[in-house]
């Protein structure tokens, strides 16, 4: 990494009101905190994976990051240059807006929808390429997409680039959505449940491949993905960080080993548990949480918005909110969790004896 981060997310925040429709004049709006004061950095061909229930608030903070989403507060920067600064006052900016654009680059979930159902692969991919780079011939545009085909493994190209989308299989699908991300030599593409829709069969394959064309083309990858073996594997082959979210924060973030091998907060626990392929003592039958439902995100609860389902949950959890515990001299790893810090009151403070954990039986 170096000195400057890729991209700085400092005290972000995403908030979605439902102001009611025509016929509900009467009812009162509601306010969904989607991502809540949420701080993390993406150095220079770094991995860093977002894992996290769904609904959690990932993949509103990735296309915040990317500059896809306008953040309520906070700031998101791209090397140093605030992103909705470049886009709203060009004249200030040290960095264009769309070079700020072209340079992170997304993988949508749904690989399918992404695709334009009425056009050939061929036209698709020659749409950035003619934005962005209006100086390239026909020729050199179809030499570059053909390149990138044979990279991930299409080939031969033509086969493939005559297709209309519902001609590929889920995989083939895959690699032509990574090829459009890498059209443009992007700094940083965000990787929203990018291999969700694959076969566990392919899952591997298709994450050794993205691993190789990053060190190919020095990208970085924000990866999201609500299981955590794949966060793990991806995290691990690449030297990279696990972030851990729940209810639109960051409740951990970390190295694989910390992650892994040390949790710092109950939930990061409680997904370790939840992923099968992690652990094989068959000991333990006891769900490690209180309540299964996770609450109303337009009602959080007070204090540690997880403390209704935490087993280690005590009375101060209950009126206080943690703020972040840095475990390492860089503050680049944190928890918010009481028991990360040696000195808090959380020791001292009583237990919560209702609401036992629930037996997975």
């Known amino acids: 990494m170096s000195s400057e981060p890729m991209l ?3 005290d972000v925040s995403v908030a979605f009101t439902d102001g009611g429709g ?6 009162d709006s509601e306010t969904v905190r989607a991502v809540n004061d949420v701080s993390l950095t993406l150095g220079e061909q ?3 994976t977002l894992i996290g229930e769904s ?3 990932k993949s509103t903070l990735g296309k915040t990051a990317i500059g ?3 953040p309520t507060s906070g700031t998101v920067r791209y090397r140093g240059q605030d992103i ?10 040290s960095i264009p807006f769309d070079e700020i654009r072209s340079a992170l680059q997304i993988i949508h979930q749904d690989p399918g929808s992404a695709l334009n159902p009425n056009q ?5 991919l020659m749409i950035p390429l003619k934005q962005w780079y209006p100086d390239l011939s026909r020729e050199e545009r179809v030499e570059r997409i053909h390149t990138l085909f044979e990279q991930v493994g299409m080939s031969p190209p033509d086969d493939y680039l005559n297709r209309y989308p519902h001609q590929l299989s889920g995989g083939e699908t895959q690699r032509a959505v990574l090829v459009r991300a890498l059209l443009l030599n992007p700094d940083v593409i965000l990787a929203d449940e990018a291999i969700s829709a694959l076969d566990v069969s392919l899952r591997v394959e298709m994450m050794d491949l993205m691993l190789e064309l990053q060190e190919l083309f020095q990208t970085s990858y924000l990866f999201i993905s609500h299981d955590l073996s794949n966060a793990r594997y991806i995290a691990e082959k690449s030297g990279g960080r696990i972030a851990v979210m729940y209810l639109g924060e960051i409740v951990e973030i970390g190295s694989v080993d910390e992650i892994m091998e040390n949790p710092q907060h109950p939930y990061t626990k409680a997904l370790q548990w939840a992923t099968a392929n992690l652990y094989d003592d068959g000991g333990d039958a006891t769900f490690p949480l209180r309540k299964i439902d996770v609450p109303d995100p337009t ?3 007070s204090g540690c918005h997880f403390h209704p389902r935490c087993p280690e949950a005590r009375e101060v959890c209950q009126r206080q909110h943690p703020e972040r515990i840095y475990i390492d001299d860089e503050e680049t790893n944190y928890a918010r969790c009481f028991r990360a810090d040696e000195q808090h009151e959380y020791w001292n403070s009583p237990e919560i004896t209702s609401g036992s954990s629930v037996d997975s039986s």
């Open 22 to 27: 025509l016929f509900d004049i009467f009812s």
């Open 46 to 48: 770094e991995t860093l």
């Open 68 to 70: 896809a989403q306008q």
């Open 120 to 124: 050939r692969l061929r036209t698709s």
């Open 299 to 301: 009602d959080l609860p």
């Open 55 to 57: 609904g959690c608030g």
């Open 84 to 93: 909705w600064k470049a886009r709203n006052d060009a004249g200030s900016a």
């Open 8 to 10: 700085s997310i400092d």
